[in-house]
């Protein structure tokens, strides 16, 4: 008989982005391994962004948990559009915002903590006490954010003291760059940080996506940290590429002001400037919401004549348009407390064998693995003249027709690979 696993998770599709790839792709071999995963979710989630083609991936074997949630969001979006943005953790510069805005980002972080989710958590926990007993689940996994779903996770712990808890966290909690432009007072700051710290510290294994991020919650608390990064789906990326006249920059997801690379920008500006032929074949390109403060650095480097968007696309779209590419751009939060984030989509930027360009804070955990996969160069936001130099490097690579496979060293980062390890990790706690 294989071991049950409950997993709760906000995201789950039809919601888009990279929040809901990781335990669906978990959910999906989770059985291979031995272990019946079940999922609990919200039946009515106000998501920020729709992707119904990944409501195809969802097996129709696996047993799928709804309960109403009610989420403060869902009046917030009525009043102004903008709140849309913030609860994916979207900010607008500071100096930028408005008077509206400031208030928002103010009652988001000091009234609802640890997020605007946290209404779901005492009827979870009331629905869920008595399904983990009558279904006899020994096992819970949380992931977050939203973190208030870790708080579930702890009161079930809890009432519930033989019962084995993971906690996941996808980004970290108070650690996470705009964490700081949530406009905390001391009382709320003091919250977030029990709460966080409870968590850690009750967790039988907390799980992190990065190097950096795992000494962090060891440091802080937790008891046993295992380290399971993201990944890529193999069977998504037996496609061809399509060839074009275009060197293609491409970037794939949502870019909002906070992790703007503009050194990019200032670099291609200089390469469009000193290079005609580069300046008649090169394309900016951009899968996923681009931020109207990102697009306007872009035109104030001249190169609105080479940017096309392409808008949010369903996850096969933005895969087959990073596998035309000919480069592919990462950028981070250029904070030092981000260099342990590691963006999902690298993963399938890697297996795309197309090089990255990647922009982040001195010793980024995204560094380590490019540097180990031999799959891109890593620059900090200060480095234009090495980026000019890449890019240059690798358009001229492109003029010549010189190719290269993904090496072999990303496979250890299949979403199969990865799910091994992760049912290795339930079955040793």
Not at 409 to 415: G, H
């Amino acid at each position: 008989m294989n071991k049950k696993v409950l997993i709760i998770t906000y995201y789950w599709p039809p919601a888009g982005g990279p929040g809901v790839q990781r335990w669906l792709k978990f959910a999906k071999y989770l059985p291979e391994f031995g272990i019946e995963p079940i999922i609990y979710t919200p039946e009515n989630s106000s998501y920020p962004i729709i992707d119904k083609s990944l409501l195809k991936e969802v097996s129709p074997d696996l047993k799928i948990i709804r309960t109403k949630i009610w989420e403060p969001y869902q009046i917030a979006e009525k009043l102004h559009p903008k709140n849309k943005d913030y609860k994916a953790g979207h900010f607008e510069n500071s100096k930028k915002q408005s008077l509206f805005t400031k208030l928002s980002v103010f009652i988001r972080g000091n009234f609802f903590i640890p997020d605007a989710r946290k209404f779901w958590v005492k009827p979870s926990v009331k629905f869920l006490r008595k399904y983990l007993q009558e279904n006899q689940i020994e096992t819970i996994i949380t992931t977050g954010p939203p973190h208030s779903l870790h708080l579930i996770g702890l009161k079930l712990k809890q009432n519930h003291p033989g019962l084995k808890w993971i906690a996941d966290f996808r980004d970290p909690w108070t650690a996470i760059s705009y964490h700081s432009d949530l406009k905390l007072n001391a009382s709320s700051q003091e919250k977030h940080r029990y709460w966080e710290k409870s968590v850690l510290e009750n967790a039988d294994i907390v799980l992190a996506t990065g190097f950096s991020d795992a000494l962090n919650y060891k440091n802080s608390g937790a008891n046993k940290v295992e380290i399971l990064t993201n990944g890529f789906e193999e069977t998504d990326f037996r496609i061809g590429k399509m060839l074009t006249s275009k060197f293609k920059l491409t970037y794939s997801g949502g870019l909002e002001a906070a992790r703007n690379p503009v050194v990019v920008w200032n670099a291609l500006k200089e390469l469009v400037s000193e290079y005609p032929e580069f300046e008649k074949e090169f394309e900016l390109v951009f899968y996923g919401n681009l931020s109207q403060e990102v697009e306007d650095t872009i035109h104030q480097n001249h190169l609105s004549d080479y940017l096309i968007k392409k808008g949010y696309v369903s996850h096969k779209e933005s895969i087959q348009g990073i596998k035309n590419a000919e480069l592919l751009l990462l950028a981070n939060f250029p904070d030092e407390r981000s260099k342990g984030i590691i963006p999902g989509k690298i993963f399938e930027y890697m297996a795309t064998g197309n090089p990255v360009l990647a922009v982040g804070p001195n010793g980024g955990d995204v560094e380590k693995i490019l540097n180990e996969t031999e799959s891109g160069e890593y620059f900090t936001p200060y480095q234009k003249l090495e980026i000019k130099s890449f890019i240059l490097a690798e358009y001229k690579k492109w003029k010549k027709e010189i190719s290269k496979q993904p090496s072999s060293k990303i496979l250890q980062y299949s979403r199969k690979a990865l799910t091994e390890r992760l049912s290795e990790i339930i079955a040793n706690i």
